[in-house]
């Protein structure tokens, strides 16, 4: 009766790989839900403040509304209102509206 007992104890239970492909799943699924599309968002981002110009109504993750009116590598001028203000590229969140091309009224 112990030899029975031994042999089975001896004998390895359903192993380590599949006992980590739950925890693999749900690092793949969190990869592609949470990670992926966060990329893709901070890509776009970068790009629209890439192409950003000159008269380019902008709004800043503050939620200052201006007109563009001068550019850095860094920074950007807006104008709002009556005032100037100055603040960090990556500081703006969205364009509202493309600056006009040249020979068209608002440019």
């Known amino acids: ?5 031994l042999a089975q104890a001896a004998q390895p239970r359903g192993g380590g790989l599949i006992s980590l ?3 693999l799943l749900i690092m793949f699924i969190f990869y592609f839900l949470l990670i992926v599309p966060q990329r ?7 790009q629209m403040t890439a192409e950003l110009q000159k008269g380019d109504q902008v709004v800043t993750s ?15 001028t807006l104008k709002t209102g009556g005032s100037t203000v100055e603040v960090e590229r990556r500081a703006i969140a969205r364009r509202l509206s493309p600056a006009a091309p040249a020979g068209q009224p608002g440019a």
Do not use: S
Not at 1 to 5: C, Y
Not at 40 to 46: G, N
């Open 1 to 5: 009766m112990e030899l029975v007992i």
């Open 21 to 23: 492909l739950p925890m």
């Open 40 to 46: 893709r968002q901070a890509k776009a981002h970068a």
């Open 62 to 76: 503050g939620g200052l509304i201006g007109n563009i009116v001068a550019l850095r590598d860094d920074a950007v």
